[in-house]
């Protein structure tokens, strides 16, 4: 048996730029950092050797892979070619919410597969294909920040270059900053589950001829490189008003971005002393990122946000690992 795991990631600024209609353009880049909350995929060999099985929220059995229903596994499996195996997937958090699942799914397929045809592929590779399986062979209009984040973990710049490579740079603090992030930070579920795509789609189509949607997300990319530079000087706190300015030129983007209930929450938490937040993802639904600098603070946007579920998270560093190999 093989466990592999991929963390959830959340995106701080730069969300849109990691989309090829932009960054081939005009280049793109991320903040993000991947949390301790994982998909799981385990693989072990079956009793009958010319067929697949595939547990997940459903129950698949077949002996062609071009057969399966579940788009990831069949592309992905597709292009192995290899049978007589069972996998089984989990998560610690359920898909659609914005943060990254599809891909950390994709990502954690890969190293998986990699690892059980004894197969060897860096952490670039794997980010790399998880890009192609989504973007290229689904055709899903989504960015690669996502991919990347499951694939490295931890605090990261990542930089979008026009001819498609992605530069990939950690965040270096002190270790008192990364703490202090790491506290500061308050993540809460709207109750909403999303198709990020719809919203994508029209956003992609943006970002490749709309002149002011474009203009939009320079700034991000703008905010994106000001975060970086005020993350590696240790002024953690910058990230709060970084936050606010960029969710308000996000949800110019695309209509479905927000709506009344989620301005509704972020308009409470940032009455009660929250300096900066976003909902985290493509929009509609999921969870609300706030960044809260003080323990007074944290106090007062829990309660005025306590009708909504909490999540409590650590960052992650280890980014897609296998996790046990017997």
Partial sequence: ????????????????????SFYSQHGGCVISTSIRKYVYLTIHNDFNKDTIALK??????????????????????????LKGFEITSMADIPSGTGLGSSSSFTVALLKLMYTYAEKNA????????????????LGNPIGKQDQFAAAFG???????????????EPIIMKKESYKKLEENLLM?????????????????ASLASDIEKIEATKKLTSLTLLLKNELQSNNVDALGPILKTSWEIK?????????PIIDAHYDSAI?????GGKLLGAGGGGFLLFYCP????????????HDLKELPFELDNAGASIIFMD
């Fill in 271 to 275: 009455k009660a002393g929250a300096t």
């Fill in 251 to 259: 949800k110019s983007l695309a209509k479905g971005i927000s709506n």
């Fill in 1 to 20: 048996m093989i466990i592999s795991r991929a963390p959830f990631r959340v995106s701080f600024c730069g969300g849109g730029s990691d989309i090829p």
């Fill in 294 to 305: 003080s323990e007074e603070i944290r106090i007062k946007t829990r309660l005025a946000l």
């Fill in 122 to 137: 860096s952490t670039y590779k794997i980010a790399k294909e998880a890009c192609d399986v989504e973007i290229n062979g």
């Fill in 188 to 204: 809460f579920y709207t109750g909403d589950v999303r198709d990020a795509n719809v919203i994508l789609k029209n956003e992609t």
């Fill in 154 to 168: 931890g605090l990261r710049y990542y930089e979008f270059c026009p001819d498609g490579f992605v530069k990939v």
């Fill in 56 to 81: 997940y929220s459903k129950t698949e059995v077949v002996k062609d892979p071009k057969d399966i229903e579940h788009n990831i596994f069949r592309y992905v499996l597709n292009e192995f070619g």
